[in-house]
């Protein structure tokens, strides 16, 4: 092996030019690979992140209004969730839904010592947190007990934080204090992040505290945890149902799809990965094929190569130069070039995801509602590195087997008559 | 016999098939040193060629060293030529980008021998050949007599049964082409190795022992030379 590799050296040598042209077809090809690969994942990993909890199955459900005249209700009728649909949903679909979260929403004033604004107070219970999650910085969220002590405990955002403690003062410390809202204190027991969004700073309160307090509210929405659905198919059809009972419920014509909207996780979590699928796809393609293009530059350049060297076959083989020899010495050479500016492209292509992780992979984007990640972990894992190697090598060994099959072919004296 | 040759016929296809070698028939004993003598385009190139398997040849028999030589696979051919051919050309076929040392060596390379070994031999014949010097040098960098000695060093060093020099002096000096034959004739003495030079100078076939007139395609006249002196231009003399 070791001959062979000081064989191949020599005939590099003789051609710099070529040689470094050809290297930078495949170092560009691989490099491109592993950059495409790297952005995509950055972006995948970012729509993940971005929908942190797809992997839980839950449903929110809204109200909507109606898309058709029935039982004299008028078309366009606002529809409304109300308490027993809360229980109806309990009670009916036992066998695949877990936990039901009526939540409630009003705006309301709170005020801290001298600090006063109007805020957006949320009625809800834990199941709420499957489905809608909030990062946590100091203290807990609402929980189980809360709701069945119906607790005066109130869940707030570090945006109202800041407003009551302003900045010289430590926010956090409004952890344990009593905060007004309306007429009433509430013990503030956690801070999280708040979404930033600019109408109304959110502070969550038990469902069963807000029912109380603010006796007769609308309800906002119905969020509940299931199992068993596992298909888009199924989904659908528990929802097309869940709507018609519904529908029947409340005097709404049965097949109106309009009254509920429902926003459904297993569905967005199936768009989501047939999105995240087609650019993983598209991205594979492109390098693949710009990694192609390489190989068949390669194999081109082994070509000529051969072409050239065809007397040198000759002689090697009056000498005693087995076709294998000649097969190996091609074939190996092809692989040493690929190989080795494969590498030099891979090395660029991680560091270049490197760059790009650190650099636009640390920027997050403020949509309002969210804040989002526009790239998250943009690296290339072990796993595709290894798979570069083995196709870089499979490359390697498809631009030199034509070829070298070629310079095996010819006949000896062909060979030495040949030009030099 | 070293070599035996029944009947052998080759014809080339080319634009207009070409019937060159039209029924050889010939016997070259072990150690012998002939020369092949003829008109240019006579069959000389091509029949060496089929005896160096360098070349195959369409019917008739051809025995080297009591094996038929027929019909063999890349594989057998390639061990043929390493282990009991050596060859030596007009224009040496030397490997440019490699040094003498190593162009000495790659016969060995293929035999499978370790690279000190190589060397070590390389480096004993190229000092046979008066060449120690030149053992880092590449072909580009040496004369053309210098460039004949590597190649009969390269042919030599697998320890051939023959050796086939299709006009080994057609691209020197009468000086150097002297030397050279020297060369071979000691090599021939020395080693026991059966010797073809196929030449069209008088000068170096007359430095053989043994004769042989090709013409069109036949064997003319084979002619017994072992007193040297069938060249008109006298003994150890070559004319060019
Ligand atoms: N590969 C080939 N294809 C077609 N014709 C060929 C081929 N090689 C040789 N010939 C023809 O065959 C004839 C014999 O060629 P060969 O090389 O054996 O002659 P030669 O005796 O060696 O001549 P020279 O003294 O000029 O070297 C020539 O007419 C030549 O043109
Ligand atoms: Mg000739």
């Known amino acids: 092996m070791f001959d062979i590799f000081n064989e191949i050296i020599g005939t590099l040598k003789q051609n710099k030019l070529r040689t470094s042209l050809t290297g930078f077809a495949v170092a560009w090809g691989v490099f491109m690979l592993i950059a495409l690969l790297g952005a995509g994942g950055g972006l995948m990993n970012a729509l993940v992140n971005n929908n942190r909890n797809i992997d839980v199955n839950t449903m929110q459900v809204y109200g909507g209004s109606t898309s058709k005249a029935y039982n004299g209700i008028n078309e366009g009728t606002w529809t409304e969730l109300k308490e027993f649909d809360a229980e109806r949903t309990e009670e009916n679909y036992k066998d695949v839904i877990d936990a039901v979260s009526a939540d409630y929403w009003r705006s309301d004033t709170a005020s801290f010592r001298d600090m006063s604004s109007n805020v957006g107070i949320n009625g809800i219970s834990p199941v709420h947190y499957v489905a809608r999650d909030r990062d946590i910085i100091a203290g807990r969220k609402i929980n189980e007990l809360d709701i069945r002590l119906h607790r005066k405990v109130i869940f707030i955002g570090d945006d109202a934080a800041a407003m009551f403690l302003p900045a010289p003062l430590d926010s956090l410390a409004i952890i344990g204090q009593y905060i007004k809202v309306g007429h009433l204190a509430y013990k503030v027991i956690g801070v999280f992040q708040s979404n930033m969004d600019a109408d109304l700073m959110q502070m969550d309160i038990p469902s069963t505290t807000f029912s109380d307090v603010y006796y007769g509210s609308e309800m906002y929405s119905i969020i509940f945890s299931y199992h068993g659905l596992n298909t888009e198919k199924a989904n659908e059809a528990f929802m097309k149902q869940y709507k018609k009972d519904y529908n029947n419920a409340h005097g709404y014509a049965p097949d109106d799809d309009r009254t509920l909207w429902i926003s459904n996780s297993v569905i967005d979590n199936l768009q989501v990965n047939k999105v995240m699928n087609i650019i993983k796809t598209m991205l594979w393609i492109i390098g693949l094929f710009t990694l192609l293009s390489g190989v068949v530059g390669v194999s081109n350049i082994m070509l000529i190569t051969v072409r050239e060297r065809i007397h040198e076959f000759g002689i090697r083989k009056a000498l005693g130069a087995t076709p294998w020899s000649i097969i190996k010495l091609v074939i190996v050479e092809s692989i040493v070039i690929t190989a080795f500016f494969g590498y030099i492209g891979m090395i660029c292509g991680i560091i270049s995801c490197q760059i790009m992780d650190s650099t636009i992979g640390q920027q997050v984007l403020d949509i309002g509602v969210q804040r989002m990640y526009i790239f998250k972990d943009s690296t290339v894992s072990v796993g595709v590195a290894i798979g570069a190697t083995v196709v870089l090598i499979v490359a390697g060994v498809l631009a030199g087997f034509f070829p070298a099959r070629k310079a095996a072919k010819v006949k000896p004296i062909e060979a030495l008559n040949e030009l030099k | ?240």
């Open chain 2, 1 to 240: 016999m070293m070599i035996e040759l029944k009947d052998v016929n080759k014809t080339y296809f080319g634009a207009q098939p070409l019937h060159v070698l039209k029924g050889i028939n010939l016997e070259i004993g072990k150690g012998e040193f002939v020369s092949i003598m003829g008109a240019s385009g006579s069959g000389k190139s091509t029949l060496l060629n089929i005896l160096g398997i360098l070349d195959n040849y369409d019917t008739g028999e051809y025995w080297l060293d009591g094996r038929l030589i027929k019909g063999l696979s890349e594989r057998e051919a390639a061990r043929y030529r390493n282990h009991t051919i050596g060859f030596i050309f007009q224009s040496f076929n030397l490997i440019n980008f490699k040094t003498a040392v190593e162009n000495v060596e790659l016969p060995l390379f293929y035999r499978g021998i370790g690279r000190r070994e190589r060397h070590h031999q390389a480096m004993e014949y190229l000092d046979k050949m008066g060449l120690t010097d030149w053992a880092e040098h590449f072909p580009n960098e040496m004369s053309g007599g210098q460039k004949q000695r590597v190649a009969i060093a390269r042919a030599l060093i697998t320890h051939p049964r023959i050796i086939l020099a299709d006009e080994p002096t057609g691209a020197l000096d009468s000086k150097t082409s002297l030397e050279v034959m020297e060369l071979l004739k000691r090599v021939n003495k020395e080693e026991d190795v059966t010797m073809i030079v196929v030449t069209h100078e008088s000068g170096v076939a007359n430095e053989t022992n043994k004769i042989i007139h090709i013409k069109d395609g036949i064997i003319g006249k084979v002619e017994d030379n072992v007193d040297h002196n069938a060249s008109p231009f006298g003994e150890n003399s070559i004319m060019k």
